[in-house]
Every structure is written in structure tokens, then in C-alpha cells.
């Protein structure tokens, strides 16, 4: 078989395993069930494929997916969230340097691969942007996962019981939470397919131009900015599910391509990072959310919010069903959002480099 059909029978193995772990319910289902298909399939038969061209397409979607949450009155509210976004920051670099020199000091990971796999990113960004700084992605793929699967497993039951034994009392910050402020982000509630293709064009040309320019993640950070820019000045727009699910399955395929018989063979390498990631990821949430509403406006269950490295999204959902300031934890995750894919890779790449020496 060609490589064209080697990528469609991939893509659709994947399809097949995302497809049937997001109707299982399964956290981040769609990549979950991708990659895991696409490892077993590759296992079993060495013929995993994937087009690179169709990374960096992902890479520029993933961006202006990014972009596309923010909106004008975002900017605005950030007036009133500097200091928490400032503290949130340099709670994330912390656990990043934290957790992954202890996966270097403790275990076998390579230094860009523990740095990675410890960035409070999302899986797919982290992994694609690693590989171009010679991590392994398979592996931060699957520890990414895992922080995933520990923060949807562990948190919702952890919050509600601190909710119901009063450990977490709303409104210490003597603001009323409208039931406005905690239901809408602003996002209109059906797609403007034309305003979604002209975003889409903005970001190619930018992502395409950043990454010429060879600028560390350009492809991603350049579509990001640009949609971010059109969306401010044009309005927030709906990002179609079925194109982030698509995006989803097509970042699992290609994770899964990446691990091998021979990473497999290595799997006990991972084994300590798996213990780290475990004990240190609830721990971080804990204090951090504790330390955040110490030395900031926000109440304990929105910095308990803001503290917990999980997808925009489903953090979203999450505190809203819970009665959180959903909005104020969709802006203080999207400024970490931002933040992790425009500064990490450069702060990692440079880690690395005074590594190699």
C-alpha cells in the first residue's frame, strides 16, 4: 500500500477508536480512543502512517481554535485578573520545572520529553510541538493523558465533597456572581460558517508566515494570535464540535503512530512519571487553589478552578455544574492556554539546551 492509503486506513482506525470512546464517555474520548486504537493497530502490524503536512494543518486549526475564545470582553475582565493570571503563571512554570526535574532526576525520560510531558498543555499541542525539540510524543501524549484521566477521575468527586463538608464557601471574594456572568461566554449559539473560513484564512497565512520565520511553534502560535486579533475587533464565534472532534481523532492518530514495538519494550521508563504525575498533580491543586484565593481576590472554588490544568471546555462545564464562576475560570484558563503554547516551548528549548551542557 501507498503512504495516501497507509494515512486513510490510519485516520480511519482512529475515527473508529475515538468515535466509540467519546460515545463511552471516556475524558478527551475522541484523542483517548484515536491513539489508543492507532498504537494497537501499529503494534500489531508496523504500519501506522502519517502525513507531516497534515500535523502542521493541525498545529494552525488547534490555534485558531484557541483564538477564536477570545473575545473583546475578555481583554476587558483581564484588568480585573492581572494578578491572579500573573500568580496562576508562575504556579504552572513552577510545576512544570517541579515535576518534570523530578522525572528527570528519577527516571530514565529524556529532558524535552519530561519538561513536555509536564507542560499544562493540551496533549495534542504539547506532543506536536515537543517532537520539533526531539521529545518522544508518544510518551508525552500519554502522560498529558493521564494528568487528563487523574483531573476528571479525582477532582469532581474531590470538589463536591469539599463542597458539601463547607470547605469551599462561595463569594469570599464579596462579589455576587450573576447568573450571566456564570452562563455565557459570550459564544454565539450556532456557527457563522463565513466569518469561521475567513478566521481560518487569517490563520493559515499567519501560522504558515511564524512558521518560515522559524519561530518555536510558529505554525500554532501564529494562527493562534491572528484569530485571536480577528475575534476581539469581529466577536467571538462557535468552533464547530465535529471539526474539533475531527481534531481530536487526527492529534490521537498521530500520537499513536509515534509509539512503536520498541517504545512499548521501553514502557518501564514511564512507571516513575506515572507515580509523580499521580501524587503531585491533586497536591498541586490543592495548594495552589488554597494560595490563589490567599493572595488574590478570587473565592477558593474559582482558584481551585483556575489551579486545575484540564481542558478550557470541560473546566468550564465542570465549574458551572458545580455553581463556580464559570466565566472567570474560562478567561484564567484561556490566559494559561496562551501563555503555555506562546512562552513554554521557547522556556523548555532553552532548559534543554543548558541540559545538553
Not at 80 to 97: C, E, Q, S, Y
Not at 244 to 253: E, F, K, P, V, W
Request: hydrophobic fraction near 50%.
Amino acid at each position: 500500500m501507498n503512504n495516501l492509503t497507509l494515512f486513510l486506513l490510519t485516520a480511519a482506525i482512529g475515527a473508529a477508536g475515538g468515535l466509540i470512546a467519546k460515545k463511552l464517555g471516556v475524558p478527551s474520548g475522541a484523542m483517548v480512543g484515536s491513539m489508543f486504537f492507532v498504537i494497537i493497530f501499529n503494534l500489531i502490524t508496523e504500519k501506522a502512517f502519517f502525513i507531516q503536512d497534515v500535523k502542521t494543518g493541525l498545529q494552525m486549526l488547534s490555534g485558531a481554535m484557541i483564538g477564536c475564545r477570545v473575545g473583546r470582553e475578555d481583554v476587558e475582565s483581564l484588568k480585573k485578573l492581572v494578578k491572579p493570571i500573573i500568580l496562576l503563571i508562575i504556579a504552572f512554570i513552577a510545576m512544570n520545572l517541579v515535576f518534570g526535574g523530578l522525572m528527570i532526576a528519577f527516571s530514565d525520560l529524556d529532558v524535552p520529553t519530561a519538561l513536555f510531558a509536564t507542560s499544562p498543555g493540551g496533549a495534542s499541542d504539547m506532543a506536536l510541538i515537543g517532537e520539533e525539540l526531539g521529545a518522544n510524543p508518544a510518551y508525552i501524549a500519554l502522560l498529558q493523558v493521564l494528568r487528563l484521566l487523574i483531573i476528571f477521575t479525582f477532582c469532581p468527586p474531590l470538589f463536591k465533597y469539599l463542597f458539601r463538608t463547607g470547605k469551599m464557601k462561595k463569594g469570599n471574594s464579596g462579589e455576587d456572581n450573576t447568573e450571566e456572568e456564570t452562563r455565557t461566554s459570550g459564544v454565539p449559539d450556532k456557527t457563522d460558517w463565513k466569518k469561521l473560513f475567513t478566521v481560518f484564512a487569517l490563520c493559515a497565512a499567519a501560522g504558515l508566515l511564524f512558521r518560515y520565520l522559524g519561530i518555536t511553534s510558529g505554525a500554532m502560535l501564529g494562527s493562534m494570535l491572528a484569530g485571536a486579533v480577528f475575534t476581539v475587533f469581529k466577536g467571538k464565534n462557535r468552533f464547530p464540535t465535529q471539526i474539533r472532534t475531527c481534531m481530536s481523532i487526527l492529534s490521537g492518530a498521530y500520537m499513536g503512530c509515534r509509539f512503536s514495538r520498541a517504545d512499548l519494550a521501553n514502557i518501564s521508563v514511564l512507571i516513575v512519571p506515572i507515580i509523580i504525575m499521580l501524587a503531585g498533580i491533586i497536591v498541586f491543586i490543592l495548594v495552589n487553589g488554597a494560595l490563589l484565593s490567599r493572595f488574590t481576590d478570587l473565592d477558593y472554588p474559582t482558584a481551585l478552578f483556575a489551579s486545575t490544568p484540564g481542558g478550557i471546555t470541560e473546566m468550564a462545564l465542570l465549574s458551572e455544574e458545580m455553581g463556580v464562576d464559570s466565566f472567570k475560570v474560562s478567561i484564567l484558563h484561556t490566559c494559561r492556554l496562551f501563555f503555555v503554547v506562546a512562552f513554554f516551548p521557547t522556556m523548555n528549548k532553552l532548559l534543554c539546551a543548558l541540559f545538553d551542557k
